[in-house]
């Protein structure tokens, strides 16, 4: 069975003077279509029909033939259906053969497939059909003009989910057998659809078109790979979110070990895409089905074989919070927590140490502190995602024990989505003024309210210090004590590893503090001088690679 592949391409575009020519994402436009008609099969001839002389090259340097396309043929009242019909009839008397398929591909469709395109071929040749077309399904309520009159095209209002299907022509492409093209036609009788992803169905016909083709060209496939576990707490996991939450331009894919249950549990409720691995060189499956072209690794300290394993299968490697052999091996290390003069490292090219990397959620740059005040009205105290140390429940028997002092002070205890706050027994007890909320959907709500704080040394000191928060810090454990910014030049108390922190030291800390109001706020003015706003988009040019020498 022969096909004949026709791009028909005139040299007078005036909505973007030489379109067909112009450079999409480094190559000419024109050489998306001929690379798809030519990888077609070996049955198959592919043709450029133009009266361009600029296009007669450019066509010929990228493999295809090339029909010259009388001027008759070339303006802009004429059709495709006899420019088609003279492409073909030319085509076989250069050819000496008859083709039984005609495919006319729009040079204007850069973002179609080649899987696609053979899709939709094996489909018009199994179903036995005379004509397909490709369309993209836009199913919305829509109103036409009758007359003078507006008017529904519907019966009754659904919602888009429940509407009929509403096939929209892409102008990708058009199969047909030879035996239907004529001058005035390319239709058979038994005419079908053949669906294209939304991506695909991109037809450049004006600069608004080009430039969201351009960016469809520039998204790349992002892994996050992460665990949460009750021991390692859900830090790592909530950097993660947020990081995804920041590339919409771009698709991502977080991964994570189907046995870290606290952190899979929070990566389903956030809608994300997500995939579960069995150990850190199960990926292949990740791999093949997403094709990453970067890989974010959020999971410690890595080996030099690790990070050299993962090159072999992605172009860009980049590590977080990592200390281990594998940061040198990767593209870029992002050490937002750590400083590298605390850790007696030498900073590198595309190693980035210290508080300007950090990337808070959206709510913290939405959300502004409020004034300081000289009474303590708000206590908040948040020890992470599951609170290995269990502090919550060491704070939690303090203040029942001296709420009454203070029954002008609201206690509110905010506990993570792997900490089981009812079996601790860390509850609200309105009378005293203990509220307790298991997983805040909005945490910069209490502590805009927050005169006060206690929090363990993770990535929550960062959003405290950005709502000027006086807080005093329990490290959960001996690698969270490491962390350098919680400390009171930043505007924290640091109390040391929580574990050894007893109750006594705890009620002078918190009756100090209260009855202190000058130490608050110099605590409160200490953070004032950090403004983590621009990180986001300086820790997304790292990801990318637009910050590399």
Request: proline residues 3%; glycine residues 4%.
């Amino acid at each position: 069975m022969d096909i004949l592949v026709v791009i028909p391409a005139r040299g007078g575009s005036k909505g973007i003077p030489r379109k067909n020519i112009r450079f999409m994402n480094g190559k000419p436009l024109i050489a998306y279509a001929i690379k798809n008609g030519m990888n077609l099969g070996d049955n198959v001839d592919c043709v450029v029909t133009t009266d361009d002389d600029e296009i007669k090259y450019i066509s010929k340097f990228y493999g295809a033939k090339v029909i010259d396309r009388d001027y008759e043929l070339s303006m802009d009242s004429v059709t495709l259906d006899p420019v088609i019909f003279d492409a073909v009839v030319k085509s076989e008397s250069n050819s000496k053969k008859l083709y039984d398929i005609v495919i006319t591909l729009q040079p204007t469709s850069p973002l179609l497939k080649i899987e696609t395109l053979k899709e939709a071929v094996k489909y018009f040749i199994n179903n036995k059909k005379d004509t397909i077309i490709s369309v993209v399904n836009k199913p919305h309520l829509s109103w036409t003009k009758i007359k003078s009159k507006i008017v529904p095209n519907y019966e009754q209002r659904l919602n888009r989910q429940e509407l009929p299907p509403n096939y929209l022509e892409t102008g990708a492409f058009f199969i047909t057998k030879r035996e239907f093209i004529t001058e005035k036609s390319r239709f058979g009788n038994n005419i079908d659809v053949f669906e294209v992803a939304e991506e695909e169905s991109i037809d450049i016909d004006s600069y608004n078109d080009w430039v969201a083709c351009e960016n469809i060209f520039r998204r790349r496939n992002i892994v996050f790979r992460v665990d949460g576990t009750k021991e390692r707490g859900l830090g790592h996991i909530y950097n993660c979110i947020t990081m995804a939450f920041a590339f919409p331009e771009h698709n991502v894919l977080l991964v994570t070990r189907e046995d870290a249950i606290e952190g899979l549990k929070k990566i389903a409720s956030t809608n994300l895409p997500y995939r579960t691995i069995n150990n850190d060189y199960d990926i292949e499956g990740v791999v093949k089905e997403f094709q990453p072209n970067i890989w974010v690794n959020d999971c410690l300290d890595t080996s030099k074989e690790y990070i050299e394993f993962l090159k072999t299968k992605i172009d860009r490697v980049v590590t977080i919070e990592d200390l281990g052999d594998g940061k040198n091996c990767a593209d870029a290390v992002i050490n937002a927590i750590y400083d590298a003069c605390n850790s007696n490292e030498v900073i590198k090219r595309n190693h980035y140490w210290g508080p300007e990397y950090i990337c808070l959620r959206e709510e913290f740059l939405l959300s502004k502190p409020k004034k300081f005040s000289e009474t303590v009205n708000n206590i908040l105290i948040m020890f992470g995602g599951t609170d290995p140390s269990n502090l919550n429940l060491k704070l939690y028997k303090l203040i029942l024990k001296i709420a009454n002092e203070y029954n002008n002070i609201k206690f509110n205890f905010i506990t993570g989505i792997g900490y089981d706050y009812k079996k601790n027994g860390v509850l609200s007890v309105t009378e005293k003024n203990i509220f307790v909320t298991n997983d805040a959907k909005f945490v910069t709500k209490y502590m805009k309210e927050a005169d006060l704080a206690f929090s363990s040394q993770g990535r929550t000191t960062f959003e405290l210090a950005s709502m000027r928060v006086p807080t005093v810090i329990m490290a959960q454990n001996s690698r969270e004590a490491t962390h350098s910014f919680a400390q009171m030049e930043n505007g924290f108390l640091n109390l040391g590893l929580g574990i050894n922190v007893n109750e006594k030291t705890l009620e002078n800390t918190i009756r100090w503090l209260i009855e202190t109001p000058s130490i608050r706020q110099n605590m409160n003015k200490l953070m004032e001088k950090w403004n983590f706003t621009a990180n986001t988009d300086k820790i997304k040019k790292i990801i990318i690679g637009d910050n590399d020498d």
